[in-house]
């Protein structure tokens, strides 16, 4: 009976609200042109006119821009080009205020929406819509705090970009380790970093948020201003309004010494399941991390280490297993952080077809990274006939301490009381006829690595979290925020009860 009493209230609220559509004419214009302006508009689409009512509700500083348009085609694009929808148009803001009046508009319209920061998710829709694409590309400001030791940047940029803005002053903070990775989805949903076994996940260090509400209203967001918001803003994506700026702490950074390794020779392949594990089990030095991928390309299975510690040099002993197996190319050096991070070709596949999966892993055993091994060449050879360019398996090892940086309560993990480290699965293919073929088939091989884990004895592994920002779009919801589900609800209660984020993809926080 409350509950059908509250659904009641809340159609109501959406009636009375939608009622006040003339009403943004009316403040817009005044007088004859009021008139005029609803002539012109009168006829067009519903998305167009939504469309329509933005670009005169912004500032002049914002832009909407149209299909036809090069600065529409290039907003709207993403890396993996299976995400990408044509939308009305796409709304450019270049201010907190100007993002509150298009979420106002959005939600009173019941619009459907989406919000984009740098566009390398893959799920279909997350970032994508047919209603308005919101592109947070405007939102560029840099500026470290040398008293508070803090960095502020808009979610308009991508990690490089603000690694560039803050090197002069030898500092970094926690974010992407590849280039084209924008801030804004590593940060919400929870994020790791080349220095996550320093000093925690990405959203750990982070210390306030701009936040947009569903409302428009734009509020800082701390844990002394609203810890249960700043909770929920930490692994729960664009549950709760449009972030439009992140403070993060300031990190020290001098060189760095890293690079990538390739390996082609079959004993070499099989050598790094073995050095993998012994790096994942024994080295507890945090300044140093590395990623492991077994990949397949043009027919050929291959495997490559990106090895990171955050110094000139590294002890003796650390990373010998790897150096000591022949490879075919290396890169590794003494060099800048920022120089490390766009020796990444992470954005070679830009444009093609791509689907990101993920598993907790509790811990890699050879026995684990052999079957990974082996499932790559057998997936590899039974794709290459539907256009498959690339596909690579990520052993991603942090230390079981990485979650003591941070003694609050985040959305993600939803649990802190054991560390899964996250595993990626990437295909990459180029016919969007055979998007269903690649669906399936990384549903296909993850169900068979779990299968490994859990015949190891990796048994809670199946109710483990799962790392939100590689979970495909189908993921239930209850398998990203756990036992964090209730709280998170009644959050999104308080702050989104007309339920104005749920017009947006993601893995969403229904309000019941």
């Not at 068979?448 to 920002?469: C, K, M, R, S, W």
């Amino acid at each position: 009976m409350i509950r059908a009493a509250i659904l009641s209230f809340l159609a109501l609220a959406q009636i009375a609200m939608a009622s006040s559509i003339p009403a943004l004419l009316l403040e817009s214009r005044q007088g004859a042109s009021v008139t005029a302006e609803a002539e012109t508009l009168r006829g067009t689409s519903a998305y167009n006119l939504v469309c329509a009512l933005i670009a005169r509700r912004v500032s002049s500083a914002s832009m909407v821009h149209y299909p036809g348009s090069p600065v529409f085609n290039w907003l709207i694009s993403h890396w993996s080009s299976a995400s990408n929808q044509v939308p009305a148009c796409v709304a450019e803001p270049a201010t907190p205020v100007d993002v509150g009046r298009i979420l106002q508009i959005v939600g009173i319209t019941r619009t459907p929406f989406a919000v984009q920061s740098g566009g390398h998710g893959t799920n279909p829709g997350f970032s994508s819509t047919q209603g308005v694409h919101i592109s947070l590309h405007s939102l560029r400001s840099v500026n470290y705090n040398q008293a508070t030791q803090t960095v502020e940047f808009g979610a308009g940029l991508r990690w490089e970009e603000v690694y560039a803005a803050i090197e002069q002053h030898n500092i970094s903070v926690l974010g992407g380790r590849v280039t084209g990775v924008g801030v804004g989805g590593v940060t919400l949903g929870g994020g790791y970093a080349w220095k996550t076994n320093q000093y925690g996940l990405t959203c750990d260090s982070v210390t306030a948020f701009e936040l947009v509400k569903p409302n428009g209203d734009v509020v800082r967001v701390t844990q002394q201003s609203d810890s249960q918001l700043f909770f929920g803003l930490k692994g729960a994506s664009n549950n709760f309004g449009i972030v439009t700026k992140i403070t993060m702490n300031a990190l020290p950074q001098g060189q760095v010494w890293g690079g990538s390794i390739a390996y082609m020779d079959p004993a070499s392949i099989a050598a790094i399941s073995v050095a993998t594990s012994k790096f994942a089990n024994e080295v507890t030095d945090p300044k140093a991390a590395i990623l492991s991928t077994f990949s397949y390309y043009q027919g050929n299975p291959l495997v490559g280490v990106q090895l990171f510690y955050d110094a000139p040099q590294p002890p003796a002993g650390i990373f010998d297993d790897f150096l000591s197996i022949p490879a075919v190319q290396t890169s590794v050096s003494t060099q800048s952080f920022l120089s490390l991070i766009k020796s990444s070709p992470a954005n070679d596949t830009y444009g093609l077809r791509s689907y990101f999966e993920g598993l907790p892993v509790a811990a890699y055993t050879p026995q684990f990274l052999n079957k990974v091994k082996d499932l790559t060449v057998t997936f590899g050879d039974q794709l290459a006939s539907k256009s498959l360019v690339f596909m690579t398996l990520v052993a991603e090892p942090f230390l079981p301490t990485i979650l003591s940086h941070n003694p609050a309560r985040t959305a993600y993990p939803f649990t802190r009381s054991k560390v899964y480290s996250p595993f990626n699965i990437l295909f990459t293919w180029a016919d969007p006829s055979q998007d269903a073929v690649f669906a399936q088939a990384i549903r296909d091989i993850k169900a068979q690595l779990v299968a490994e884990l859990v015949a190891e004895g990796q048994t809670d592994i199946v109710n483990a979290p799962l790392y939100p920002n590689y979970a495909t779009w189908d993921t239930p919801v209850q398998k990203i925020y756990g036992s964090n589900l209730p709280a998170l609800k009644l959050l999104k209660l308080r702050v989104d009860p007309l339920n104005v984020m749920g017009l947006a993809g993601g893995f969403k926080i229904s309000l019941w």
